[in-house]
């Protein structure tokens, strides 16, 4: 089955290019891994203490599906199960942007954490997001969805830079988010084919 993912450039192109920390999409080692079904993530450093984070996963279910299952807010806490609440504070998705707070409990490489978050919305392609208040000192990255398997299914790419204010050492901080941004990844891998079986058998 013919597996062909959206290249880098097209996003470029069609969505005003990205800054060169997002500029990020798997390499051959990485599809192969993606491939065999498993999710990939990796948290890099940098010189200012932020988090450069890079992850992605294939999914067996449409873009516009795995979009609805990821941009739902009831659906957040399915997705990342440290999550407490998730609200539209500004906006609607609907007219192209809003503004969610989203707050985490504390786990044992991270406390308890705010977040506000403005999203800007391309369905069903690109979700970009930065920082507009809460615990993050930096947030700046993107959601892309791009078609695979003749638009059957789904590959994820995500890319975030971040950076905390709260009393937590960056190394630890880091440690968070390689632990937990796989299991997020393969949750919503989950929950989108659970909602494209559902979809079939209407």
Sequence with gaps: MKRIAAPLAVFSVLFGGATSALAWAPDAQVQRQLQRGQSWAE???SADGAGLVHAAIDIAAPPSTVWAVMTDCKMASRLVVTLTSCR???GDQRSGW???????KGSLFLPQIRNVVRADYQPY???RFHRQGGDLRIEEGEWRLAPIDGGA???VIYVNRLATNILAPAFAVR???KHDMPKVLLNLRRESL???RKTQGT
């Design 194 to 196: 659970a909602a494209a």
């Design 153 to 155: 299914g789904t590959q």
């Design 98 to 104: 809003d503004v969610r707070e989203q707050v985490t």
């Design 125 to 127: 392609s690109l979700i």
């Design 43 to 45: 948290v890099l450093p």
């Design 175 to 177: 440690a968070g988010l």
């Design 88 to 90: 539209v504070v500004q």
